[in-house]
């Protein structure tokens, strides 16, 4: 199997790379702040892309690209007359340089992001300094044609040290022409000298309706986007997306029924559970039953402070508030967040069945709605 018989790691597995998702929702402010940069010609060398995952940033990124390649001909006169000021990034679905941008054939643009190890069959954790190295041998290809060059990174979160400064060297002394798009989930992660070098562009998560509507156009069904999973998906597209994938509703009823049986728990939903987690077929489960039980837990100690939240499932709020109902209690399940997550992350590390560590987050569970 190779890179390409599967999803890429810039990729939301089971939907189109976002270089071939047609329509982008709900970032309409960080658009307009582009083309007022272009407009006015004053386009920057570097931006950054910011906000949670799985919310549109890659997508945003590869609209920049396709419209800098399209105008990259406009003359001085055409490009900053009056009438020819942009509005939008669209193209055009005609275009030849969706088909190039899609190929990944047109010549100007180069993408970074983790590689596929052929020996391990996974993806790399990082984005190397070899890579970065790309940059010099593309920038020289067209040192003297004047042609538009576009480097996207995504994401910039993975570089390690060495890439990192490696890539902060070509972002003090930009090639003529050139536009960085580096995409970052966590943005305070980064190095400063590297953000101080880019024009943020800070995506928002979706609302309920443009989160409903680009799940629609990924060709999700309109009647299976209710709106607890909306809800769950907290603005992400590709969470919601993964979240569907692997029934995450059902699994939070579950977990919302067990809670309302504290503190007398019902054993046999809590062992059903444990044994979802243990499935050696999907191991993603794990990951899914550990944040849906992290976010119940975030939600009790809400509960107990009074905050109003949107119900994922009916009811919600009251099983919570039958739990934890006052301030003492609050600060209990606070506590327990915080040290069920170093468990859960020495658990993994050290390979502790997950159907183990699931029951034992349970078992905790209930004897805090005990105390």
């Known amino acids: ?16 790379h976002p270089r071939e998702t047609e329509r982008l929702y709900g970032h309409e402010i960080p658009e307009q702040r582009f083309l007022s940069a272009y407009n006015n010609n004053n386009l920057h060398h570097a931006w950054m892309l910011t906000g949670p995952k799985g919310i549109g940033k890659a997508t945003l990124a590869w ?51 983790c590689s596929y190890n052929e020996t391990k069959k996974q993806f790399s954790k990082n984005i190397t300094i070899d890579q970065i190295r790309e ?24 570089l390690n040290v060495n890439s990192a400064n ?28 590297i953000k101080s070098r880019c024009i943020e562009l800070n995506c928002s998560p979706l609302k309920q309706n443009d989160l409903k509507s680009a799940l629609i156009a990924s060709g999700k069904d309109e009647d299976s986007l209710d709106t607890g999973i909306i809800t769950l998906a907290s603005g992400s597209v590709g969470n919601a997306l993964r979240l569907l994938n692997f029934d995450a509703i059902n699994i939070y009823k579950l977990l919302l029924e067990i809670v309302g049986t504290f503190p007398t728990i019902n054993g046999e939903k809590a062992v059903f ?20 039980i992290e976010l119940v837990i975030s939600r009790l100690a809400y509960s107990g402070i009074g905050k109003e939240f949107d119900e994922i499932i009916d009811d919600e709020r009251n099983i ?48 805090t709605a005990r105390d």
């Open 1 to 16: 199997m190779t890179e390409s018989d599967l999803f890429q790691s810039d990729q939301q597995e089971g939907t189109l």
């Open 63 to 113: 609209r920049i690209a396709k419209f800098l390649f399209a105008h990259q001909n406009n003359n001085d006169a055409e490009l900053f007359s009056v009438e020819d000021q942009h509005v939008s990034l669209d193209i055009g679905e005609n275009h030849i340089i969706n088909n190039k941008v899609k190929a990944l054939s047109e010549p100007g643009l180069l993408l970074l992001r």
């Open 135 to 158: 940059l010099n041998k593309f920038f020289s290809f067209s040192s003297t044609d004047g042609t538009r060059r576009v480097v996207i990174i995504d994401s910039v979160d993975d």
């Open 166 to 193: 490696a890539l902060l060297k070509s972002l003090e002394e930009p090639p003529q022409n050139s536009t960085f798009l580096l995409i970052s989930h966590r943005p305070s992660m980064l190095l400063a000298t």
């Open 273 to 292: 559970l444990s044994e979802m987690a243990s499935k050696k077929t999907n191991t993603q489960n794990i990951n899914i039953i550990i944040e849906l």
């Open 320 to 367: 919570l508030a039958n739990v934890c109902f006052n301030l003492n209690q609050s600060q209990k399940w606070a506590s327990l967040l915080g040290e069920l997550r170093k468990k859960i992350n020495y658990g993994l590390k050290v390979n502790i069945d997950p159907g183990t560590l699931v029951l034992d987050m349970v078992l905790k569970m209930n004897e």
